[in-house]
């Protein structure tokens, strides 16, 4: 393993964002991984890059975790469990368990990033979480090199969240994810409206026409990294509580909201900020998708810096017009 010096994150990050890492290492197996955890005291892991905020150079070692792998448990006849290294890009998994006809990530085509960082912000979209069709994962606690194995409870999984952005946040590198999928009697998950309306003609849609839906919803709609720099929603939607829904929707009785229990209400973050007239909005190179506000794009150049200032000025109008705080869901370095 060669440490390299003053590396360009650039085609690191999905948001396409400029900033150098000091010291840069591409670790490609367990074993390395294990020997730089043993050697170096200051790590910064870097999986796919997509949920990232870099507003400056980064001074630990950077480990990019580049280690490849599918491994298949065909354990039962109706369900098999997959297990994927970390460094495996997500949407190429997807897109393999769909090519064997093995249900569960389908809705969760085109999200971008690596498999190891999938279940710290157990990501989700389209009516399916992570978590729905998790198994177990193999982290290393950086402390001691030793393997740890988590269940589904261990990882404390929630709404874009999970024990690796709190109480663990730093303390374990992920290095495998097992999946429980099925092989026959999919349990489809087609209730999210877009796809409905995109499949009303299929009676029994297959997997594979399922992501497809899924993947030409989120081309319609979401920017392509590749394309223009961005790292998907940017803030999570907020719960709010009913008495403030019930002022807000005298108001707004347009409002989209989805009801979580009795005190607790779900805004689309994405309506909130387009209310505030930021959808589209270019500020030099930082921006505001125009097809959907949750997401703040760089056109080519902007820096970390001018992102995370647009972010914070879309937090105080949003906090001024509707009393809600937006959190941030990407992590800001
Ligand atoms: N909306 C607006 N304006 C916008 C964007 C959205 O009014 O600019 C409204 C829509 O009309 C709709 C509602 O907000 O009524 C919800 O919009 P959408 O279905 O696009 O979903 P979202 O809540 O904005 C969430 C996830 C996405 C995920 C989609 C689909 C979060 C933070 N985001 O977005 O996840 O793809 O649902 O399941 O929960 C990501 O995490 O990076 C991501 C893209």
């Known amino acids: 393993m060669e440490i390299q010096q003053n590396i360009p994150l650039k085609p690191y990050n999905t948001f396409g964002i400029q900033a150098n890492a000091k010291r840069f290492v591409t670790v490609n197996s367990v074993k390395e991984l294990k020997e730089i955890i043993a050697s170096e005291k200051y790590l ?3 999986g796919g890059g997509s949920n990232i905020l870099l ?7 950077v480990i990019h975790l580049n280690t490849k792998g599918i491994i298949v448990n065909d354990f039962d006849e109706d369900e098999v469990l997959v297990t994927a290294e970390a460094g495996e890009n997500w949407h190429e ?7 064997q006809n093995y249900g569960g990530l389908e809705n969760l ?3 971008p990033g690596n498999v190891g ?3 710290i912000q157990n990501i989700g979209a389209y009516g399916v979480e992570i978590k729905d069709v998790f198994q ?8 001691t090199g030793k393997t740890k194995i988590f269940t589904s409870a261990d990882c404390g999984f929630g709404y874009r969240n999970s024990v690796f952005k709190n109480e663990l946040k730093g303390k374990f590198i992920i290095v495998s994810v097992t999946f429980k999928l099925t092989k026959k009697n999919h349990n489809i998950n087609i209730s999210y409206g877009a796809i409905k309306d995109l499949l009303t003609e299929k009676e029994n849609p297959s997997i594979k026409e399922i992501a497809d839906a899924v993947i030409a919803i989120r081309q319609s709609k979401l920017p392509d990294p590749k394309e223009i720099g961005n790292s998907g929603s940017f803030f999570k939607n907020p719960v709010i509580t009913s008495n403030l829904f019930q002022e807000l929707i005298k108001k707004y009785p347009e409002i989209p909201h989805y009801i979580i229990s009795e005190n607790e209400i779900k805004i689309p973050a994405g309506w909130l900020i387009e209310q505030c007239g930021f959808k589209g909005k270019r500020f030099g190179d930082a921006g505001v998708h125009e097809k959907q506000a949750l997401v703040l794009v760089n056109y080519s150049n902007a820096s ?4 995370y200032a647009l972010a914070q000025k879309i937090q105080q109008k949003v906090l001024e017009i509707f009393k809600i705080s937006l959190e941030i869901e990407v992590n800001i370095i």
Do not use: H, N
Not at 93 to 99: A, E, H, I, K, Y
Not at 137 to 142: C, T
């Open 304 to 307: 970390g810096k001018e992102i």
């Open 55 to 61: 507003t400056k150079d980064v001074e630990k070692l």
């Open 117 to 119: 960082t999938s279940p």
């Open 109 to 111: 085509a085109l999200i």
């Open 93 to 99: 998994l997807v897109l393999w368990c769909v090519s």
């Open 136 to 143: 177990q994962l193999e982290a290393i606690d950086i402390e």
């Open 44 to 46: 910064f892991l870097l």
